[in-house]
């Protein structure tokens, strides 16, 4: 299979494993998407069930096969003379024989046909299994290095625990694309690294997977999500202490309140972090006054620790809100120039960006104060 049409089916599997609605499916022109060999990779990499270990929901799989399926209709001609394409796993021969739809994705449709599968609302407020990838481009290669986070999320906008903490948010991307550059990784190499509301614990779990940091601790104000960074850490491999992987801890922290330097040797078995990551943390105006103040005291125990913060940009007032109080607090402030790439661009992970995304970096004052304000 040629690198080009490979490269290509590569990210169709990537928008399908990240539960991409299927209407936005990259898929290849009809000529190639029909042949043999095209239909049995899409099956052994998509839907086979016997060899990946964290397929996306039924429902969610029947919908994009229901898309397949008449492309792949429409693409070959002159169905009624074609002979059936027999898989390999089957043993028959198929030498000269025409393009025809596959058995075994033809099998995976009527399955789940019949499959007592549960309604679209209920579906929708189920756990699902899905995985982010950050492709990896070397010069010299031309598929990239797949580097992949699997997470289970709840894809509801507000999950039954009435909070918007177990699923991963555009921001989140955002900043994980950016950790992924080279400009990016070298910021948090080699680095004690935090993370603030870190919600499903998508950034920790990439940070401690890829990205060669020294130590890293997941921290959310809701317990039932710190569990679940547990769940995710442990879906990842991160949850033991194999000295040859970067463990991800978690603690709850809430804004506002102490942080106490011992914390970090005694119950994480790292120093105080070098630098601080928060996507979309910024969503609410109450909750401004104790974000400040929470990065306040880590710059009161690490003048040096350097903070990024992602933000979808969804009300410049309350954002505004935000930058004035870093302001107040003699905060430095860069917005990075790192633009979120087109949707028709992206090769992984998937996100919108009709709405803006910002990465601001944030540092401390060398001038001295002792006045602060939020």
Not at 248 to 254: D, E, G, H, P, S
Not at 266 to 288: F, K, R, S, W
Not at 304 to 333: G, M, P
């Amino acid at each position: 299979m040629e690198s080009l049409f490979k490269s290509k089916l590569m990210i169709l599997r990537r928008q399908f494993f990240q539960l991409v609605e299927p209407a936005q499916l990259q898929w290849l022109d009809g000529s190639i998407l029909k042949q043999p060999e095209t239909q049995s990779w899409i099956y052994d990499h998509l839907f086979n069930a016997d060899e990946i270990a964290h397929l996306p929901p039924q429902r969610y799989q029947l919908r994009v096969l229901k898309l397949l399926i008449p492309k792949l209709e429409d693409s070959i001609e002159d169905l009624e003379e074609d002979v059936r394409f027999p898989s390999p796993r089957h043993g028959f021969a198929q030498a000269h024989q025409q393009p025809e739809i596959s058995d075994d994705l033809m099998s995976s449709l009527s399955s789940l046909l019949v499959a007592n599968l549960p309604s679209e609302s209920t579906s929708a407020q189920q756990k699902a299994y899905v995985t982010y990838a950050f492709p990896l481009h070397l010069s010299d290669e031309a598929i990239p290095q797949e580097r992949a986070v699997t997470l289970l999320e709840s894809r509801s906008m507000i999950s039954s625990l009435g909070t918007t903490g177990l699923r991963t948010w555009e921001a989140a991307l955002h900043l994980g694309a950016f950790l992924a550059s080279e400009r990016g990784s070298a910021i948090v190499r080699g680095k004690k690294v935090l993370e603030l509301g870190a919600g499903t614990g998508m950034l920790s779990i990439f940070c401690a997977k890829y990205l060669n940091i020294s130590g890293i601790v997941a921290t959310d104000g809701n317990e039932a999500v710190v569990d679940a960074i547990k769940t995710n850490s442990f879906l990842n491999g991160l949850d033991t202490d194999d000295l040859s992987r970067t463990t991800v801890r978690t603690a709850a922290l809430k804004w506002g309140w102490p942080i106490i330097a011992a914390t970090f040797s005694e119950d994480y078995g790292m120093g105080l972090p070098d630098v601080v990551l928060g996507a979309d943390v910024t969503y609410d105006n109450i909750v401004i006054p104790a974000l400040a103040s929470s990065l306040r005291e880590f710059f009161e125990l690490n003048p040096a620790v350097q903070v990024l913060i992602a933000a979808t940009i969804r009300s410049k007032q309350t954002f505004e809100t935000f930058l004035s109080a870093c302001r107040r607090n003699r905060f430095n402030l860069d917005l990075l120039d790192f633009p979120p790439r087109p949707e028709h661009l992206q090769d992984g992970p998937f996100y919108p960006t009709s709405t803006p995304i910002q990465i601001w970096s944030i540092t401390r004052s060398q001038e001295p104060s002792d006045v602060f304000a939020f």
